[in-house]
């Protein structure tokens, strides 16, 4: 931005004075101390809102704090080595297992799974069924990538539902892996199955 500003302003006399131009040059005058004071203001102004600008943000959310990042969840598996990711939530977390529920109704989940994860058109998410594997890192990639790419990677079926339909890829939809993690923990919390094969077990 640039910015022009004209100093030449007559200079500020008596106003008692009889000179003919008296009245202009006290105009002239008063408008010169305007200018300058606006000008003040305004650089004022703008270094305020320079400093202001570069100070980081912070998010504030009743959701419990941000441990995961905020690349996509596609991203973040594209990026991380096989059988690396890991929750890094825990569902006895209210907080979190309440914004994992929230975020669960705003991307869709409830559609194909039911509206707490106890299956619908497509299989629950609350048993110990675990088509492909119930570890984190599995269950992240397949919601990132779908059904069809996760299999495209060399998974294969380690189990069957009575309910098996093709799970599409969230990787692009659900915003952040963060958001991900969360909804992870929300299904976690409202495990049903035998205790032992909440985060997968041989046989099933």
């Avoid at 302003?9 to 101390?33: F, N």
């Avoid at 650089?43 to 912070?58: E, F, I, M, N, V």
């Avoid at 941000?66 to 569902?91: E, F, H, I, Q, W």
């Avoid at 309910?163 to 969230?170: E, K, Q, R």
């Amino acid at each position: 931005m640039l910015l022009s500003v004209d100093w030449q302003c007559s200079p500020v006399i008596d106003p008692t004075t009889t000179e003919p131009e008296a009245p202009l040059k006290l105009q002239q005058g008063k408008r010169c101390r305007v200018s300058k004071s606006a000008l003040i203001l305004f650089l004022a102004g703008l270094t305020s809102w320079s400093l202001y600008a570069q100070q980081p943000t912070h998010a504030t959310s009743n959701a419990g704090p941000t441990m995961g990042g905020t690349m996509t969840p596609a991203a973040r598996a594209d990026a991380a080595p096989k059988g690396s990711l890991k929750n890094p939530y825990v569902d006895s977390d209210d907080a979190v297992v309440a914004s994992g529920s929230e975020l669960y109704q705003r991307y869709g989940c409830s559609g194909c799974h039911g509206g707490r994860g106890g299956g619908g058109m497509a299989p629950p998410l609350t048993n110990d069924i675990w088509i492909y594997g119930g570890d984190d890192d599995t269950l992240f990639r397949l919601t990132a990538y779908g059904s069809q790419g996760l299999q495209n990677k060399g998974y294969t079926r380690k189990a069957t539902e009575n309910v098996v339909g093709p799970m599409s890829a969230f990787g692009q939809i659900v915003k952040t892996d963060d958001d991900l993690w969360r909804i992870v923990t929300f299904m976690r919390a409202n495990y049903n199955g035998a205790p032992d094969c909440k985060f997968g077990c041989t046989g099933h």
